[in-house]
T-cell receptor, first 115, second 114 residues
């Protein structure tokens, strides 16, 4: 099956700093990548959808200047949390879709803790 | 408003029991319904259902979709402690802006006790 990786798996940063999370599709070309966040005991919340080579589409209520998404190639998308605050602490998950399947394949997630 | 509702929200059973998880939906421009299992990390894919009445099976898990009544069930037979997880249902559709998206349910938290 298709494999999606995320890096790092866990990151702790200080308030006010920026953090970059990478999402890679390892064995297929991801025409579309999705970024989600998930709070404890809650479902996945879609933050944005990115298509390779174009600007990301953000969901209502998600600040695009705070959560910068870049999808520069068919195998890599990055999410940068700028000027992180403790309330940004969450589990961030990317997923990718592409190839012959319409399924979304999820990365293993990144646990962000902002102190 | 597009929505996906899962029930029950949580369930505790004993090993060997059979469980049925429910997912009902109201969405426009339905494409498919997907089931995922989430343990401590990101969701892992279980099934994708697009046609009514065709059961999909994988080991002790099976799922079926009813597009007339707008729901799906996920069955797990002879449950094991390793089945303990949150089971998420999502519906793939085109929204009002003709963008393709997944609408997620809140999940069913299943705990299987030895």
């Amino acid at each position: 099956g298709a494999v999606v990786s995320q890096h790092p798996s866990r990151v702790i940063c200080k308030s006010g700093t920026s953090v970059k999370i990478e999402c890679r599709s390892l064995d297929f070309q991801a025409t579309t990548m999705f970024w989600y966040r998930q709070f404890p005991k809650q479902s996945l919340m879609l933050m944005a959808t990115s298509n390779e080579g174009s600007k990301a589409t953000y969901e209502q209520g998600v600040e695009k200047d705070k959560f910068l998404i870049n999808h520069a190639s068919l195998t890599l998308s990055t999410l940068t949390v700028t000027s992180a605050h403790p309330e940004d602490s969450s589990f961030y998950i990317c997923s990718a879709r592409g190839g012959v399947s319409y399924e979304q394949y999820f990365g293993p997630g990144t646990r962000l803790t902002v102190t | 408003e597009d929505k996906v509702v899962q029930s029950p929200l949580s369930l505790v059973v004993h090993e060997g029991d059979t469980v049925t998880l429910n997912c009902s939906y109201e969405v426009t421009n339905f494409r498919s319904l997907l089931w995922y299992k989430q343990e401590k990390k990101a969701p892992t894919f279980l099934f994708m259902l697009t046609s009514s009445g065709i059961e999909k099976k994988s080991g002790r898990l099976s799922s079926i979709l009813d597009k007339k009544e707008l729901f799906s069930i996920l069955n797990i037979t002879a449950t094991q402690t390793g089945d303990s997880a949150v089971y998420l249902c999502a519906v793939d559709h085109y929204n009002a802006g003709n963008n393709r998206k997944l609408i997620w349910g809140l999940g069913t938290s299943l705990a299987v006790n030895p």
